[in-house]
């Protein structure tokens, strides 16, 4: 695993002549904020219960990425994005177990080849958290090409004050966020972008309605289908 410190340095731990490796990051380790993260083909980064992995810059995962799941007594395995200074680009197949970013004003870029994916694990959750004025904007690594999400329903997940651009979500469940927190720049799928429903705001009876009973609130829907 290469990591780019805070400073700009490298530091390297050993692929172990191409022999599988694996690496942690544990609660106790103090020195965790890093610059780029790169895993390699043969190796296994491993973010323990209550450890947070800062990362201002690029995470490429060419390995495996196994972040431990919280429970009663300990918080999941944490990977923070934050430095708004710095662009971070996102490659690989990865499930973060729990995904931050409340640094208004990042931009993170996803790649878009046919294997790079950015998931949530089953269970998991993912934090995007920018301010009025200053988004945190989500965009493909190449401009106009499509990057892919996955987010199952069993993720919780945080939305507010983004800006989001060629996102493919179909691998996964439907993203639904609030229109006035969140800009739809375009090329968009399987998110939903809801209006805010207001007193007096029509029904419309449903096309797909279940039967003909008028006083069957599901064979109603709001301004947003749903």
């Not at 995962?61 to 200074?85: C, T």
């Not at 409340?102 to 089953?122: L, M, N, Q």
């Not at 439907?174 to 720049?185: G, L, P, R, Y």
């Not at 419309?204 to 003909?212: P, Q, S």
Request: aromatic fraction near 8%.
């Amino acid at each position: 695993v290469f990591w780019h410190l805070a400073d700009g340095s490298e530091w390297l731990t050993t692929d172990n002549d191409g022999q599988p490796t694996e690496i942690g990051i544990s609660a106790e380790m103090t020195d965790t904020i890093v610059r780029d993260v790169r895993i390699p083909a043969n190796a296994t980064l491993v973010v323990g219960q209550d450890a947070t992995l800062t990362v201002r810059g690029d995470f490429t995962n060419a390995g495996a990425l196994r972040a431990e799941a919280g429970d009663a007594d300990h918080a999941a395995g944490e990977i923070a994005f934050a430095d708004a200074s710095l662009d971070s680009t996102v490659s690989g197949v990865n499930a973060f177990q729990l995904l931050t970013c409340t640094t208004p004003g990042k931009t993170i870029r996803f790649a878009t080849g046919a294997d790079d994916v950015f998931g949530i694990a089953a269970g998991g959750s993912l934090t995007l958290t920018g301010e009025e004025g200053s988004m945190i904007n989500l965009y493909p690594e190449n401009p106009g090409e499509t990057w892919k999400i996955r987010v199952p329903s069993t993720a919780t997940r945080s939305l507010t004050y983004l800006a989001v651009s060629n996102s493919n979500a179909n691998a996964g469940d439907t993203i639904s966020v609030q229109k006035a927190e969140v800009e739809d720049c375009g090329g968009n799928e399987n998110w939903l972008f809801l209006s805010p429903i207001e007193a007096g705001d029509p029904m419309v009876w449903r096309t797909d309605a279940a039967n003909d009973n008028w006083f069957d609130s599901a064979n109603w829907r709001d301004k947003n289908g749903k």
